[in-house]
């Protein structure tokens, strides 16, 4: 055997880009019915997940066993990454299903070949990549490096194709079927786990991976509250969640760990249910909680998973198909609206993870309960080398752990430089922007570009729409925090990830004193997100309100969300900004519900070319309003306004004159110019300019 530190990361890295091609295909399905708002048939690309099947046939099995298909599909595995250099979402699509597809054969082939060492091996393989994953998520600010950065794409491609050779190179001894095992352990293991149960059980396992602990900083998004108690912040906190799940792996090799007793099961299941039910710190430690138990069980489930029987390929079809299920439920959750049966599926996350724990609990205490070692062990490999390779695998474990920590710190010490630079002023400027969860109208990544655009406004406040990509189809991404941190802004997300919403963003130059999280009345439809927030301006205490009304078929909605952010407008203080999509066109009922209820006004009454964007204010001066194309960067426009907070809140005038000279106003008013002159009509150009008889100017 050659040198194990040398296997393990070479295992490792493999490890991390069969995660990071099971993260990257559901975003990348889920992109086109984002465009359309219903299913489009390329969500049947997900069967890449089922390839295993294939292995249930005798031929393909014999064929695959050959070194050399066994090498093409190792080839289209790593080749797979390239997905992220397409030309278009299309193709990405394609290549990216082959690579999952690939992936998955090669996996169920040499899990189930080989020696007991070289077995053991690939499965820590596959757990250590999910730590790596964690890790480099952490360096990147929740992003995956293999699909947000060309270089970084390329430069893991580079190193997986050279491990993905040296592989190629031992794949002559993975042909040959597994070796007996040890008197000892033929012995011990009394009765096989069924195959079903023990495909069922690693398909749960994996999705609820995958769902929660896909990045650190999810568990903070599913606890979330308003300021000044919003819960944990998911950095530094997220490195609780990194050390939490590496515990687990380290309980799980401990002798005396009760790693399948109904007590630590019982624990597991209480923690889920914590982390769904309770609030903000409550629900985070439940959080930690539930990734001991994840990771502790791991190397458990994949036990149970090889030994289950001589038909790798039905075990692990089952798996997948639980973890498909996982998936589709997931998304069916929040968009119901959208998908047939949704109506079922409508906000029942608890039953979700209530059946995954369920699943996942049946094998713990039916299973046998060898440790995966044990199973693994053969005549002809020695107990020590299992050993000093459970070592060398705990050292690289806390290496990583110490990685993780570090760029958490690095960052969050960043972070702190950044807040609070802003000059004191008596202006502030208004932003609100539908995202579409960070992907441009190409299935790109568009956070970069975004976030140069975002900079270019000058907005002192921005409410981002559509931006809880924590979602395990939406790749797991905390788009508020890479912004936060980005530019330099406080944030608030809400509400929480578990209330199916698609969720809102709040940036702002100046302190958060204050903000509570809302689900607006949403009888019929997807669920309403609401965000009412005291903001300190330079002393001055400002209210906002944010909201992404539902759709407007849904009229009873609609109705009910219009009445709901009336009484919060009317409730919030004298100086108060209303940022909201409301699906509905200026003098319609919800709109005059808000002017007349909400007892606010329209930053300008006379733009009747408006369906979903509206910003509207009470006692404060309203300065400029200005509307910028999206560039396809987005579906959606950005729309912005300037106020000047007055001295006397009560006795003020505001400004009525409209101009659209630049010229006739005070130069610190004015908007960047990077975005052109007034503009008249829509900017059809793919570039960030002025348009629809905007920027105005109020005198």
Same mark, same amino acid.
């Given at each position: 055997?050659?040198?194990?530190?040398?296997?393990?990361?070479?295992?490792?890295?493999?490890?991390?880009?069969?995660?990071?091609?099971?993260?990257?295909?559901?975003?990348?399905?889920?992109?086109?019915?984002?465009?359309?708002?219903?299913?489009?048939?390329?969500?049947?690309?997900?069967?890449?997940?089922?390839?295993?099947?294939?292995?249930?046939?005798?031929?393909?099995?014999?064929?695959?066993?050959?070194?050399?298909?066994?090498?093409?599909?190792?080839?289209?595995?790593?080749?797979?990454?390239?997905?992220?250099?397409?030309?278009?979402?299309?193709?990405?699509?394609?290549?990216?299903? =082959? *690579?999952?597809? #690939?992936? !998955?054969?090669?996996? /169920?082939?040499? @899990?189930?070949? +080989?020696?007991? $060492?070289?077995?053991?091996?690939?499965?820590?393989?596959?757990?250590?990549?999910?730590?790596?994953?964690?890790?480099?998520?952490?360096?990147?600010?929740?992003?995956?490096?293999?699909?947000?950065?060309?270089?970084?794409?390329?430069?893991?491609?580079?190193?997986?194709?050279?491990?993905?050779?040296?592989?190629?190179?031992?794949?002559?001894?993975?042909?040959?079927?597994?070796?007996?095992?040890?008197?000892?352990?033929?012995?011990?293991?009394?009765?096989?786990?069924?195959?079903?149960?023990?495909?069922?059980?690693?398909?749960?396992?994996?999705?609820?991976?995958?769902?929660?602990?896909?990045?650190?900083?999810?568990?903070?998004?599913?606890?979330?509250?308003?300021?000044?108690?919003?819960?944990?912040?998911?950095?530094?906190?997220?490195?609780?969640?990194? =050390? *939490?799940?590496? #515990?687990? !792996?380290?309980?799980? /090799?401990?002798? @005396?760990?009760? +790693?399948?007793? $109904?007590?630590?099961?019982?624990?597991?299941?209480?923690?889920?249910?914590?982390?769904?039910?309770?609030?903000?710190?409550?629900?985070?430690?439940?959080?930690?909680?539930?990734?001991?138990?994840?990771?502790?069980?791991?190397?458990?489930?994949?036990?149970?998973?090889?030994?289950?029987?001589?038909?790798?390929?039905?075990?692990?079809?089952?798996?997948?198909?639980?973890?498909?299920?996982?998936?589709?439920?997931?998304?069916?959750?929040?968009?119901?609206?959208?998908?047939?049966?949704?109506?079922?599926?409508?906000?029942?996350?608890?039953?979700?993870?209530?059946?995954?724990?369920?699943?996942?609990?049946?094998?713990?205490?039916?299973?046998?309960?060898?440790?995966?070692?044990?199973?693994?062990?053969?005549?002809?490999?020695?107990?020590?080398?299992?050993?000093?390779?459970?070592?060398?695998?705990?050292?690289?474990?806390?290496?990583?752990?110490?990685? +993780?920590?570090?760029?958490?710190?690095?960052?969050?010490?960043?972070?702190?430089?950044?807040?609070?630079?802003?000059?004191?002023?008596?202006?502030?400027?208004?932003?609100?922007?539908?995202?579409?969860?960070?992907?441009?109208?190409?299935?790109?990544?568009?956070?970069?570009?975004?976030?140069?655009?975002?900079?270019?406004?000058?907005?002192?406040?921005?409410?981002?729409?559509?931006?809880?990509?924590?979602?395990?189809?939406?790749?797991?991404?905390?788009?508020?925090?890479?912004?936060?941190?980005?530019?330099?802004?406080?944030?608030?997300?809400?509400?929480?990830?578990?209330?199916?919403?698609?969720?809102?963003?709040?940036?702002?130059?100046?302190?958060?004193?204050?903000?509570?999280?809302?689900?607006?009345?949403?009888?019929?439809?997807?669920?309403?997100?609401?965000?009412?927030?005291?903001?300190?301006?330079?002393?001055?205490?400002?209210?906002?309100?944010?909201?992404?009304?539902?759709?407007?078929?849904?009229?009873?909605?609609?109705?009910?969300?219009?009445?709901?952010?009336?009484?919060?407008?009317?409730?919030?203080?004298?100086?108060?900004?209303?940022?909201?999509?409301?699906?509905?066109?200026?003098?319609?009922?919800?709109?005059?519900?808000?002017?007349?209820?909400?007892?606010?006004?329209?930053?300008?009454?006379?733009?009747?070319?408006?369906?979903?964007?509206?910003?509207?204010?009470?006692?404060?001066?309203?300065?400029?309003?200005?509307?910028?194309?999206?560039?396809?960067?987005?579906?959606?426009?950005?729309?912005?306004?300037?106020?000047?907070?007055?001295?006397?809140?009560?006795?003020?005038?505001?400004?009525?004159?409209?101009?659209?000279?630049?010229?006739?106003?005070?130069?610190?008013?004015?908007?960047?110019?990077?975005?052109?002159?007034?503009?008249?009509?829509?900017?059809?150009?793919?570039?960030?300019?002025?348009?629809?008889?905007?920027?105005?100017?109020?005198?």
């Amino acid at each position: 055997m050659r040198s194990l530190w040398r296997e393990i990361v070479l295992e490792t890295l493999l490890g991390y880009v069969s995660w990071s091609l099971w993260h990257g295909l559901p975003p990348m399905i889920y992109y086109f019915p984002l465009q359309t708002l219903r299913l489009t048939g390329l969500e049947v690309f997900g069967i890449a997940f089922l390839s295993p099947i294939c292995l249930t046939m005798t031929s393909f099995r014999k064929l695959v066993n050959r070194k050399w298909m066994l090498t093409l599909l190792r080839i289209i595995t790593v080749g797979s990454i390239a997905s992220f250099q397409s030309p278009n979402a299309k193709l990405r699509l394609v290549v990216l299903a =082959l *690579g999952v597809s #690939s992936s !998955l054969i090669v996996q /169920t082939v040499t @899990w189930w070949t +080989g020696s007991g $060492l070289q077995r053991h091996l690939r499965m820590w393989g596959l757990i250590l990549g999910q730590i790596v994953l964690l890790v480099l998520r952490i360096w990147y600010t929740s992003l995956n490096p293999i699909w947000s950065y060309q270089m970084s794409n390329r430069v893991i491609l580079a190193l997986s194709t050279i491990a993905t050779l040296d592989r190629i190179s031992t794949d002559g001894d993975c042909n040959k079927p597994a070796r007996k095992k040890t008197t000892e352990s033929a012995k011990r293991m009394t009765h096989r786990p069924h195959w079903l149960l023990a495909g069922a059980a690693f398909g749960s396992l994996v999705f609820l991976t995958h769902w929660i602990f896909g990045e650190v900083s999810l568990v903070s998004r599913w606890a979330v509250s308003g300021h000044p108690h919003p819960g944990p912040d998911p950095n530094p906190f997220g490195g609780a969640i990194l =050390l *939490g799940f590496v #515990s687990g !792996l380290m309980l799980s /090799t401990c002798s @005396w760990f009760p +790693g399948t007793s $109904l007590i630590w099961w019982v624990t597991g299941v209480a923690s889920a249910a914590g982390l769904l039910y309770l609030p903000t710190w409550a629900a985070a430690t439940s959080g930690c909680m539930l990734a001991l138990f994840t990771a502790s069980v791991w190397p458990q489930v994949l036990g149970h998973l090889i030994s289950s029987g001589p038909s790798p390929g039905k075990t692990m079809t089952i798996a997948m198909i639980f973890y498909i299920l996982g998936i589709f439920f997931c998304a069916w959750c929040t968009a119901f609206k959208f998908v047939p049966g949704g109506v079922y599926a409508r906000e029942r996350s608890d039953v979700l993870l209530g059946s995954v724990m369920l699943i996942i609990g049946l094998n713990m205490l039916f299973g046998p309960k060898e440790s995966l070692d044990f199973l693994l062990q053969t005549k002809s490999t020695p107990k020590v080398l299992f050993r000093k390779s459970e070592k060398y695998m705990k050292l690289f474990l806390w290496l990583l752990v110490g990685v +993780g920590l570090l760029g958490l710190g690095l960052r969050h010490k960043t972070y702190e430089r950044k807040l609070g630079k802003t000059a004191l002023a008596t202006e502030v400027s208004a932003a609100i922007w539908p995202f579409r969860f960070g992907y441009d109208n190409e299935g790109w990544s568009s956070l970069e570009r975004s976030a140069q655009l975002l900079n270019q406004t000058g907005a002192d406040f921005i409410t981002i729409l559509e931006s809880d990509a924590s979602k395990p189809y939406m790749g797991n991404n905390d788009l508020t925090m890479w912004l936060g941190e980005k530019l330099g802004f406080y944030t608030d997300f809400g509400p929480s990830t578990r209330d199916h919403t698609w969720g809102i963003m709040v940036l702002s130059r100046y302190p958060i004193v204050k903000s509570k999280h809302h689900l607006l009345p949403s009888p019929e439809g997807e669920i309403a997100p609401a965000i009412s927030l005291t903001v300190n301006i330079s002393g001055k205490l400002v209210d906002f309100v944010v909201t992404h009304f539902g759709n407007h078929e849904d009229d009873l909605d609609r109705k009910l969300q219009a009445i709901a952010i009336s009484k919060l407008l009317k409730c919030s203080s004298n100086q108060v900004v209303f940022l909201g999509y409301i699906t509905s066109a200026p003098g319609s009922r919800d709109y005059r519900q808000l002017i007349e209820h909400g007892n606010v006004k329209d930053i300008d009454s006379t733009d009747q070319d408006r369906w979903c964007e509206y910003i509207m204010y009470r006692g404060l001066i309203r300065l400029g309003y200005a509307r910028i194309s999206h560039a396809e960067l987005s579906d959606s426009e950005i729309q912005m306004a300037k106020f000047r907070i007055p001295d006397d809140p009560i006795n003020y005038r505001d400004n009525q004159k409209v101009v659209t000279d630049h010229r006739e106003v005070p130069e610190k008013i004015h908007f960047n110019p990077r975005f052109g002159s007034y503009k008249e009509g829509h900017n059809y150009e793919n570039n960030h300019r002025f348009h629809m008889s905007t920027p105005k100017y109020f005198l």
